[in-house]
Structures are given as C-alpha cells and as structure tokens.
Nanobody, 115 residues
Framework: QVQLVESGGGLVQPGGSLRLSCAVSVNIFSIYAMGWYRQAPGKQRELVAS???????NYTDSVKGRFTISRDGAKNAVFLQMNSLTPGDTAVYYCNTVTPSPRSWGQGTQVTVSS
C-alpha cells in the first residue's frame, strides 16, 4: 500500500504562492499517474492536477495557468506549485494516485488563502 505524506501548506494572502510537497513510499514511476486533490469545507474532494509517468499533465479549469504539478523520481516526490492564490483555493490538499484509483488517504495539508 502506498504511503503518502503531504507538506507545505499554510496561510497565505490572496495573490500569494505556495509549493506543496508529497513524499511517496514507493517508486513513483511504478504508478501510472499521480495527482493532487483538494477538499474545501462542505464540498466533495476534487482532482485539481495530475501527472503521468510520461510527464503528461492535466489541470482542472479553475487552476489552469496558476498551478503546476511536477514529480521527482529520484526523491519519489510530487509537487504542486500554486501561484496567484485566491480564497477559492482554500482547502485541504492531498496527493494520491490517479491511476490506479486511490485506496487510502494521507493527512493532507491545509491551505488557507485569506487577507
């Protein structure tokens, strides 16, 4: 079972940036696609960005042009660079597999965008 540890969240003002990190317990190239999900209060968890083994990326419309997902095979890590943050980005962010489907979840990291 894949173990995931997210970090890098915090409180940031609107327009600010954060870089989230995810440590993965297995060789990330053994996983077809990894992604970052988020869950805002009272809302369902959503996939915001994904990256495949071949470094093909995909983003939900609301973060396109602002968020960048990347991966480091040597460190078995996945990252999410978030720029131009808005209060609408406030959520708990989780990394997890996309393909195959997630089986369990880590603690996540809280991102709060507020002035």
């Amino acid at each position: 079972q894949v173990q995931l540890v997210e970090s890098g969240g915090g409180l940031v003002q609107p327009g600010g940036s954060l870089r989230l990190s995810c440590a993965v317990s297995v060789n990330i190239f053994s996983i077809y696609a990894m992604g970052w999900y988020r869950q805002a209060p009272g809302k369902q968890r959503e996939l915001v960005a994904s990256i495949t083994r071949r470094n093909n990326t995909n983003y939900t419309d609301s973060v396109k042009g602002r968020f960048t997902i990347s991966r480091d095979g040597a460190k078995n890590a996945v990252f999410l660079q978030m720029n131009s943050l808005t209060p609408g980005d406030t959520a708990v962010y989780y990394c997890n597999t996309v393909t195959p489907s997630p089986r369990s979840w880590g603690q996540g990291t809280q991102v709060t965008v507020s002035s």
